[in-house]
């Protein structure tokens, strides 16, 4: 799923290829795709795209009189742009808004089509799409500690519960407790106001630095490849392999469709956290350290 960096990055290919242009046309191919009834998603054409932002991990389109498209990309929804015109994917392509000078293309790989778009009107309506994550960059260290340590969850879940924090998701939240060197699973409500403040600074550095490397790349063009996986990132998509700073072997945790990447040396004191799936199967045999772990192994 675009996370803040991806987002961010998308917001700055959209402000150049977009604000400012008239849509002349709208193609959807998967009726699927619009959640709203009323305005019309035909309302649009005609009208100029004035603004783009960003609520939580939604794109926001802010078109003339007071409309808003809201688009959620979910895990598999991407942008791209291409010559006016060009055609919708026929096997995951679900919509595509034509301007005088290109064409943006919404596309979903995915048999699960997840990815939405709302049409709304005023600032109200735009209003009941926000789940009430606070801006981690502009919050407050009170303000920070107060949300995050509001229920007591596990780190990881409170760093991507769009209720708590807006815009972190499972890929960043993973890169952001391994330079904390904080375990997945420990509790919110353990956490002391300098250490709160700490990882709270540690989130706004590591997307800083993400979003830089994704400008980067994309230069004045359109990000075409987004990923939740990128090759210089340290724990996650990295099972097994060596952490980039101590060198023991990436751990990760299944959860329902996601996992949790995490070294245990760096984060946990070199304890493997219990993975929910194998945990059952082995009961009292699941090793408790990377020591126990590669003697099994090694058998």
């Known amino acids: 799923m675009p996370e803040l960096p991806d987002l961010t990055i998308y917001l700055e290919a959209l402000e150049r290829h977009v604000v400012g242009r008239t849509i002349e046309a709208v193609r959807l191919r998967s009726p699927f795709l619009v959640r709203s009834v009323q305005p019309r998603l035909s309302t649009v054409v005609g009208q100029e795209i004035r603004a783009v932002e ?4 939604r794109i926001v389109f802010e078109i003339e009189q007071e409309l808003f498209l809201v688009l959620h990309l979910m895990i598999a929804g991407r942008l791209r742009w291409r010559k006016r015109g060009a055609a919708v994917p026929g096997r995951n392509g679900l919509l595509a808004l034509d301007f005088a000078h290109g064409t943006l293309l919404l596309t979903e790989a995915s048999s699960k089509k997840r990815a939405s778009l709302f049409l709304v009107s005023g600032r109200v309506g735009l209003a009941e799409h926000d789940r009430g994550g606070i801006e981690v960059a502009t ?3 009170e303000q920070f500690h107060a949300a995050l ?7 990881k879940r409170a760093l991507t519960d769009p209720r708590i924090l807006a815009g972190i998701g499972n890929a960043y939240s993973d890169e952001i407790l391994h330079r904390a060197r904080c375990s997945p699973f420990r509790r919110t409500g353990s956490l002391s106001a300098e250490e709160s403040r700490d990882l709270q600074g540690m989130i706004v550095a ?4 993400w979003t830089d490397r994704l400008r980067s790349q994309v230069g004045d063009g359109f990000p075409d490849k987004v990923t939740a996986f990128h090759p210089a990132m340290a724990v996650h998509g990295k099972y097994r392999q060596p952490c980039p700073t101590c ?4 751990q990760r945790i299944l959860y329902a469709e996601n996992e949790a990447n995490y070294c245990a040396p760096c984060q946990t004191g070199g304890k493997l956290l219990a993975d929910r799936v194998l ?10 350290t990377l020591e126990e772990l590669e003697e099994r192994t090694a058998r």
């Open 149 to 155: 340590t509001r229920e007591n969850r596990t780190l």
């Open 206 to 209: 590591v997307c800083e630095e």
């Open 54 to 57: 960003r609520l939580g991990k």
């Open 139 to 141: 919050a407050t260290p």
């Open 279 to 288: 945990s059952r199967l082995l009961n009292e045999d699941w090793p408790r």
């Open 247 to 250: 060198g023991a072997p990436v």
